[in-house]
């Protein structure tokens, strides 16, 4: 059996490895860094697992890009109908670089309906990987992971104690929700300011209201800004291929 390849990102995930390190101590948590993309508390995050797992954490990263804005200003591109350019060049590249034909990828996908789908488009899409998501076969929901995580006195990314549902890079252009726009307007202004500004230059309509696709910095400034019910895709190796 080759290495087994525990991918650690946000809270799932990093309850995922935790559980699967009590039967395969020898497993190796491992996390794709994108620098300056995330909330600078994520970093923290990871520092504390490490503790909680007495192991580092493995860290790769681009050798080409140190963060999402400077793919999108090389690509003059967000995001389509084929997902968003930074996951290939940012997670899915290192993952290949560092990954061997025979390692066995551990995932964090949760049993919730729309996570074990995504799982299932993950298989079919790289059907060469060898994948495990054992969130799903322990029948574990996010709501859970989240309980285990304060229980085990591991605090949370920043990001989901002001309502974001996961702990993606801020302005992530996968998101088409005006709320999750409002929001990011509201407690990120530079990156919404970043974000708007190469939206009108590349032409990335990236969000909707009322069915109609219209450019961020045209949501009404008294848009709301809970998440409550919205959606927003988590950032994972599927996202390019539009999952």
């Not at 009590?22 to 994520?42: E, K, N, Q, R, Y």
């Not at 007495?54 to 997902?83: L, N, Q, T």
Request: with cysteine; hydrophobic share 35%.
């Amino acid at each position: 059996m080759g290495r087994q390849l525990l991918w650690v990102d946000g809270v799932n995930s990093a309850v995922m490895a935790k559980m699967v390190m009590i039967d395969a101590p020898d497993a190796t948590p491992i996390h794709c860094d994108l620098g300056a993309s995330v909330h600078h508390d994520s970093r923290r995050f990871l520092d504390d697992l490490e503790v909680w797992y007495g192991k580092p954490i493995i860290r790769i990263k681009s050798e080409e890009y140190a963060d999402i804005d400077e793919v999108f200003e090389k690509r003059k591109y967000h995001a389509g109908v084929s997902g968003a350019p930074c996951t290939g060049a940012m997670k899915f590249v290192p993952r290949l670089n560092y990954q061997l034909p025979t390692d066995v990828h551990y995932w964090g996908y949760t049993a919730d309906k729309r996570d074990a789908t995504r799982f299932v488009n993950m298989q079919e899409n790289y059907p060469g990987l060898n994948q495990e998501s054992p969130l799903i076969g322990w029948g574990m929901k996010k709501a859970y992971t989240h309980d285990f995580l304060a229980q085990s006195g591991i605090k949370r990314p920043y990001v989901y104690d002001i309502g974001y549902p996961n702990g993606n890079c801020l302005g992530c252009v996968k998101a088409s929700s005006p709320n999750y726009w409002a929001m990011t307007r509201k407690y990120f202004p530079d990156v919404f300011a970043r974000r708007a500004d190469q939206s009108r230059r590349f032409g990335s309509r990236l969000t909707r209201i009322n069915g109609e696709r219209i450019f961020i910095d045209e949501i009404p400034e008294d848009w709301p800004t809970s998440m409550r019910g919205q959606s927003v895709p988590s950032c994972g190796f599927l996202c390019e291929a539009g999952g």
